[in-house]
């Protein structure tokens, strides 16, 4: 199929809101807080782990990912990325209910950016609970590149040492924490999301097919650990989040997750190896009752 011959086909299903890849992420986070069962609330952007939707391995192309072309678009180019989005909770969504999921591509805009051509394609998904009323809007950012030459010499693995798998989030001030990242824990959440993108678990196809200096920490991940640092410090009720990935973040890299008080909500911000010069890796903004 080509791209021009493509159109979009909205997706309506009605989903469980699974215990199971709840309890998995709570158990991959392990930062103390009671873990969500059957008729809790859902933490905000945790419905992203609750709702896994697994493709069958037929349809899986090179990268992982379901072949484009059905419900995405047939981009020619390699790298796909989960570059951000909005999602506005009008009410709660309860671990264990049923909720119909009703999706569809909204625009497909072609780019040239600074490192060649780029694709940017938005995604509508609104959640609507048992009773019918409409719990989750969402708009979801997905960006495809081309590309980066793979490097001239082998990249090396990190050595068992720097891959030890440890407590991810560490408090380090009233309003920081360090987020630490190795392949197990890559691999989990692949796992809890239904997330075959072989960027994240795949050394050899990361760094030799697309070019990555390492495996990429999902951006859900960090979105997830900034949302995170907002409840652990008692945060008000969240109403609407805009998170946004601006550089990637390669598994082990230190990491460090900063939260700022602004008017109606709060700054959430993740600083990679450059630190705060450099600018953040990924943010959330926050909006609170």
């Known amino acids: 199929m080509t791209a021009s011959a493509w159109?979009?086909?909205p997706e309506t299903s009605i989903e469980l809101l699974d215990p199971a890849p709840v309890a998995a992420l709570a158990a991959l986070l392990d930062d103390g807080l009671p873990v969500p069962g059957p008729g809790d609330p859902l933490p905000p952007l945790w419905h992203w782990v609750a709702l896994p939707r697994w493709a069958a391995s037929?349809?899986?192309?090179?990268?992982?990912?379901?072949?484009?072309?059905?419900?995405?678009?047939?981009v020619e180019l390699p790298r796909r990325m989960f570059a951000g989005g909005e999602i506005r909770l009008h009410a709660p969504l309860l671990v264990g209910s049923t909720v119909r999921r009703e999706a569809e591509v909204v625009s497909v805009t072609e780019k040239d950016g600074r490192s060649g051509a780029l694709v940017v394609v938005d995604v509508r998904i609104r959640l609507f609970t048992g009773t019918g009323q409409l719990a989750v809007e969402e708009t979801q950012n997905l960006i495809y590149r081309e590309a980066a030459p793979a490097p001239d010499r082998p990249t090396q693995p990190p050595s068992a040492e720097d891959t030890l798998p440890r407590t991810p989030l560490r408090r380090t001030a009233d309003n920081a924490w360090d987020l630490r990242t190795d392949p197990s824990l890559l691999a989990r959440f692949s796992a809890a999301t239904a997330n075959a993108h072989r960027i994240h678990y795949d050394w050899p196809y990361a760094t030799g097919v697309e070019g990555y200096p390492g495996l990429v920490v999902h951006g859900p991940l960090q979105a997830i650990a900034l949302a995170?640092?907002?409840?652990?410090?008692?945060?008000?009720?969240?109403?609407?989040?805009?998170?946004?990935?601006?550089?990637?973040?390669?598994?082990?890299?230190?990491?460090?997750?900063?939260?700022?008080?602004v008017p109606g909500g709060v700054s959430l911000e993740l600083f990679g190896p450059g630190g705060e010069s450099a600018g953040p890796n990924a943010t959330v903004d926050v909006t609170t009752d």
Do not use: N
């Open 58 to 74: 037929g349809v899986l192309g090179a990268d992982g990912h379901p072949r484009r072309g059905s419900f995405l678009p047939p």
């Open 228 to 261: 995170e640092i907002h409840r652990l410090m008692g945060g008000a009720p969240v109403r609407e989040l805009r998170h946004r990935g601006r550089a990637p973040l390669f598994c082990g890299q230190p990491a460090r997750l900063l939260a700022t008080e």
């Open 7 to 9: 159109q979009p086909r």
